[in-house]
């Protein structure tokens, strides 16, 4: 039987919502992390925190192969090395001036990072493409309610209009708010996307008031 390493992971973003020379930042669960990707396609994860001065390097910019901060222009590269610092042209940075890296997988259309030394690898969702992400104001466990599903390592299930569908939820960078990614069939016409697109609203609406009422109650 294959290992599960699901809780390993974390699915921080959908593919398509990170373009080629794009920063985002993301939550995993030990740390607050920058989602970058190079011009030639590959993803990489840093710790969100310039080792200058504390800048959040997910307010940086993308440029090449590299990742720069906002601040004095400091430019990491995906090893984590400093690569560059603007204001001694000259220096060639000192080893030890480094950002954590952390694991990444892209897989399915879903873009996964890791704290864990060996993960293993990332959960796979074949058959499935992802459709778009929300933020909302509830737990997983509401939303599981919500569906009346189960939730497995921040998994759940789901059907649409008898499409098969699937959230991928996670703790997003901001306190207390949830991110959750819907996954549908890959094959899904432009009516399903739109039904699914509506049924994940629906959904937030009435998860959002579920929690409410609980606070209420
Ligand atoms: S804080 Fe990042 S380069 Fe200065």
Same mark, same amino acid.
């Given at each position: 039987?294959?290992?599960?390493?699901?809780?390993?992971?974390?699915?921080?973003?959908?593919?398509?919502?990170?373009?080629?020379?794009?920063?985002?930042?993301?939550?995993?669960?030990?740390?607050?992390?920058?989602?970058w990707r190079a011009e030639d396609g590959t993803v990489s994860a840093v710790?969100?925190?310039?080792?200058?001065?504390?800048?959040?390097?997910?307010?940086?910019?993308?440029?090449?192969?590299?990742?720069?901060?906002?601040?004095?222009?400091?430019?990491?590269?995906?090893?984590?090395?400093?690569?560059?610092?603007?204001?001694?042209?000259?220096?060639?940075?000192?080893?030890?001036?480094?950002?954590?890296?952390?694991?990444?997988?892209?897989?399915?259309?879903?873009?996964?990072?890791?704290?864990?030394?060996?993960?293993? !690898? +990332?959960? &796979?969702?074949?058959?499935?493409?992802?459709?778009? @992400? $929300?933020? *909302?104001? %509830?737990?997983?466990?509401?939303?599981?309610?919500?569906?009346?599903?189960?939730?497995?390592?921040?998994?759940?299930?789901?059907?649409?209009?008898?499409?098969?569908?699937?959230?991928?939820?996670?703790?997003?960078?901001?306190?207390?708010?949830?991110?959750?990614?819907?996954?549908? !069939? +890959?094959? &899904?016409?432009?009516?399903?996307?739109?039904?699914? @697109? $509506?049924? *994940?609203? %629906?959904?937030?609406?009435?998860?959002?008031?579920?929690?409410?009422?609980?606070?209420?109650?």
């Open positions: 039987m294959q290992k599960d390493f699901s809780a390993a992971w974390t699915p921080v973003a959908l593919s398509a919502d990170l373009p080629v020379a794009y920063v985002i930042p993301a939550r995993i669960e030990t740390a607050d992390v920058a989602v710790a969100d925190r310039c080792p200058h001065r504390g800048m959040r390097l997910s307010h940086g910019f993308v440029r090449g192969e590299a990742l720069s901060c906002i601040y004095h222009g400091w430019r990491y590269g995906k090893t984590g090395h400093c690569l560059a610092i603007p204001a001694h042209p000259g220096l060639r940075p000192p080893e030890a001036i480094r950002v954590t890296v952390y694991r990444v997988a892209e897989r399915d259309g879903v873009i996964w990072v890791s704290a864990t030394e060996e993960p293993g !690898e +990332a959960p &796979a969702h074949e058959g499935f493409t992802g459709l778009r @992400s $929300i933020t *909302l104001s %509830a737990t997983a466990e509401t939303l599981a309610g919500c569906l009346n599903s189960a939730l497995r390592h921040g998994t759940i299930d789901w059907k649409i209009d008898e499409m098969k569908a699937r959230l991928l939820t996670t703790p997003s960078s901001e306190e207390g708010i949830l991110l959750a990614h819907l996954l549908i !069939e +890959a094959g &899904a016409t432009q009516s399903q996307k739109r039904s699914a @697109s $509506i049924a *994940l609203e %629906a959904l937030r609406r009435a998860a959002e008031a579920a929690v409410k009422q609980g606070e209420a109650a």
